[in-house]
């Protein structure tokens, strides 16, 4: 989605997930970062986009689906190489990770 960047946090025991709006060549923070396994980031972020009436269903259930995605690849991940988070990267070229290197 264009208008919309997610952020990962990339963390050992754990992944959070946060919104920001694109404006112009910047962006600006919508949500905080929504932790996984300690919460349901997924459903804590539904939640958000469901109460936001200027987002489109669409939007939500591609930002959704996208989270979905990255959420079970750090689940299935056994030690991630980066060459495994630069193929995540390059799947995921409106998101951006932090916090892994």
Not at 10 to 38: A, N
Request: hydrophobic residues 40%.
């Amino acid at each position: 989605m264009e208008r919309f960047v997610l952020k990962f946090l990339w963390l050992d025991k754990s992944i959070g997930v946060s919104l920001d709006q694109k404006v112009g060549d910047k962006t600006t923070p919508l949500t905080e970062f929504f932790f996984w396994p300690q919460k349901d980031a997924w459903e804590e972020m539904k939640f958000y986009l469901e109460s936001k009436s200027w987002i489109l269903q669409t939007e939500s259930i591609y930002l959704l689906n996208q989270i979905t995605e990255v959420i079970n690849f750090w689940q299935e991940k056994d030690g991630v190489s980066k060459k495994d988070l630069n193929k995540i990267k390059e799947q995921f070229p409106d998101t951006i990770f932090v916090g892994y290197e």
